[in-house]
């Protein structure tokens, strides 16, 4: 068996791993070490599944985009043939980036901008421009490395060891709470991104809790009761779970209105709550009776985070033009910001030397299940599910 190293002493995650009622947070390596960051970056990310965006944003043949996963960077393409596939975003000659993570091009030839060398869109190489005579050179060898992806009701994942358990095993029973929401038909109307300087998983916890809305979030108590809803009981890697709408809000927004429409097919029970789904390790998102909101999170190092907020609706709220997400976008990035603030406050508390993990209590139960999740794969050195108090 392959011997892991484990990045924090077990002994050090007796209380994060204690009962639910007894148990308290992660050590502050888990948030502040760049050893620790290296082996999640490996062991949570490249090894398991990364979401690296919409499949929709590669609308045409030929259309690519390169996006982190991990300590990696995959090239995302659509093929001739229609089905977006991936690649290690690595050029055969010198190693050099076909795209920098962040962008995109299209065309029918990959070309490096280093020296030149093109590849076809199925990742064989196609031409290797003045490189001058080489006895034993194959152009067939030379082609680009695959990476493993799949697609999940709109959302591309990749797993860059290609080792993983299938996607569905991974996600285990996230989609019996997603399916009626039908998000590949949905379409993105807006974007907003942000820096944020914590820790990828103070970004997970703090948004696996409400215990702190009635004290940041004065806009999102108007609309929804802090302490409502319930937890899952997750069979794959993932954590969530519901929040009631007050009776005058249809939905999340300054006033409780919607500017869209309802999405279709969803249950009387599901167009009065919000839900609030966290895949691991950085895919969150967030039902609600007439859009659907993710935050997709890119961890930069230990103490930063590049977050991607990106707002879906029904068609039919696009269909007629002059469509305008702000209901919905104003009230997030408000609500966002205010989580940012508290969550680069929290970065910079953890930090300290007098930091200790403190207790995680009754409407924490959410959070419970994250850090038990990440100090569970932190002892076995894989993704494991939650434990459900
Ligand atoms: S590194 Fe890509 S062509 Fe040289
Ligand atoms: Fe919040």
Redesign the pocket.
């Known amino acids: 068996m392959d011997t892991v190293l484990l990045p924090i002493e077990p002994a050090r995650l007796e209380g994060a791993l204690a009962p639910f009622g007894a148990s308290t947070g992660l050590p502050g390596e888990a948030y502040t070490s760049p050893a620790t960051f290296a082996w999640e970056m490996r062991h949570f990310f490249e090894d398991s599944w990364v979401c690296v965006g919409r499949s929709a944003d590669l609308p045409q043949a030929g259309d690519r985009r390169a996006v982190k996963a991990g300590a990696e960077s995959a090239l995302l393409l659509r093929d001739t043939e229609g089905t977006p596939s991936a690649f290690f975003n690595v050029c055969r000659h010198r190693g050099h980036e076909l795209l920098e993570a962040g962008e995109t091009a299209s065309g029918e030839r990959v070309a490096c901008p280093y020296h030149g060398w093109e590849y076809a869109l199925d990742g064989r190489l196609r031409s290797a421009p003045r490189l001058g005579r080489r006895a034993s050179f194959q152009v067939g060898e030379h082609g680009l490395a695959p990476m493993r992806l799949s697609e999940w009701n709109g959302w591309l994942f990749v797993n860059v060891s290609g080792e993983a358990p299938d996607l569905a095993r991974h996600l285990g029973n996230l989609e019996e709470h997603v399916l009626a929401y039908a998000p590949a038909g949905l379409v993105s109307a807006a974007r907003q991104s942000y820096l944020v300087r914590a820790n990828w998983k103070l970004i997970g916890e703090?948004y696996h809790e409400?215990y702190?809305?009635p004290q940041?979030?004065p806009e999102?108590c108007r609309v929804t009761p802090s302490d409502s809803g319930e937890n899952y009981a997750p069979t794959g890697a993932w954590v969530g779970g519901s929040m009631d709408l007050m009776e005058h809000a249809q939905t999340m927004s300054m006033s409780g209105r919607s500017g869209g429409f309802p999405l279709p097919g969803l249950s009387d029970r599901q167009r009065r709550q919000v839900y609030y789904l966290g895949v691991f390790p950085n895919l969150y998102l967030s039902l609600h009776p007439d859009y659907v909101l993710t935050h997709r999170v890119e961890p930069v190092g230990p103490d930063s985070s590049r977050v991607e907020c990106e707002y879906l609706f029904s068609p039919r709220a696009l269909a007629g033009g002059g469509f305008d997400p702000s209901y919905a976008t104003e009230f997030w990035d408000v609500?966002n910001k205010?989580?940012w603030a508290?969550c680069e406050s929290v970065q910079r508390g953890v930090s300290s030397r007098a930091f200790q993990p403190g207790p995680i209590s009754g409407p924490e139960d959410a959070v419970y299940q994250f850090i038990t999740m990440v100090a569970d794969g932190y002892v076995t050195g894989r993704v494991s599910r939650p434990r459900v108090p």
């Open positions: 703090n409400c702190h809305c940041i979030h999102l609500t205010e989580d508290a």
